[in-house]
T-cell receptor
Framework: GNSVTQMEGPVTLSEEAFLTINCTYT??????LFWYVQYPGEGLQLLLK?????DKGSNKGFEATYRKETTSFHLEKGSVQVSDSAVYFC???????????????FGQGTILTVHP | SAVISQKPSRDICQRGTSLTIQCQVD?????MFWYRQQPGQSLTLIAT?????????ESGFVIDKFPISRPNLTFSTLTVSNMSPEDSSIYLC??????????FGPGTRLTVT
């Protein structure tokens, strides 16, 4: 079955530091890949997505590239802010038209804390 | 993207009782999903709710414990039945909006005492 593995956390950084959160996946076929963010006390927000190999998703200064050869989708940001403190989830989805209805499989989440 | 609301936002319930969680979407959607997020854990899919048909449950989740209704294309409910402290979690509904993206509601934080 499908699975997603994120780097063990939590991650603590100083403001303006470079961020990398590793994500690797196991899936049959050609899944779509996502990063979701959960701010304290809130629901999940879609941060970015990539739907095919070599696609780069980007949003709010965050980027991730769909690497089929390494089955990875690492999240990066060049300069983090205190407001980026949240839990980040990597997720994958099968083809939405298939029998799995495009359901999401999540990684375990990575807690990011950014200090001033 | 679709705007999703959930009611209640949080509740504290006694063991043995049931709670029904409502999910309302501001547009018509075919697929709705219900997830559980146990304390400090990731999200686990409970079931997929397609309007006009029975919900499809994931391994480890059964209809008697988590009955779902999907009466129309903008609304769904999840009931957590005969609750125990192990059911204390955040319950989230989501919708598929387009071929790839899923968007989530704010969640219902349930505590069972």
């Amino acid at each position: 079955g499908n699975s997603v593995t994120q780097m063990e956390g939590p991650v603590t950084l100083s403001e303006e530091a470079f961020l990398t959160i590793n994500c690797t996946y196991t899936a049959t076929g050609y899944p779509s890949l996502f990063w979701y963010v959960q701010y304290p006390g809130e629901g999940l927000q879609l941060l970015l997505k990539a739907t095919k190999a070599d696609d780069k998703g980007s949003n709010k200064g965050f980027e991730a590239t769909y690497r089929k050869e390494t089955t990875s989708f690492h999240l990066e940001k060049g300069s983090v802010q205190v407001s980026d403190s949240a839990v980040y989830f990597c997720a994958l989805s099968d083809f939405a038209g298939g029998t799995s209805y495009g359901k999401l499989t999540f990684g375990q989440g990575t807690i990011l804390t950014v200090h001033p | 993207s679709a705007v999703i609301s959930q009611k209640p936002s949080r509740d504290i319930c006694q063991r043995g009782t049931s709670l029904t969680i409502q999910c309302q979407v501001d547009s018509q959607v075919t697929m709705m999903f219900w997830y559980r997020q146990q304390p400090g854990q990731s999200l686990t899919l409970i079931a997929t709710a397609n309007q006009g048909s029975e919900a499809t449950y994931e391994s480890g989740f059964v209809i008697d414990k988590f009955p779902i209704s999907r009466p129309n294309l903008t609304f769904s409910t999840l009931t957590v039945s005969n609750m125990s402290p192990e059911d204390s979690s955040i319950y989230l509904c989501s919708v598929r909006d387009g071929p790839y993206e899923q968007y989530f509601g704010p969640g219902t934080r349930l505590t069972v005492t």
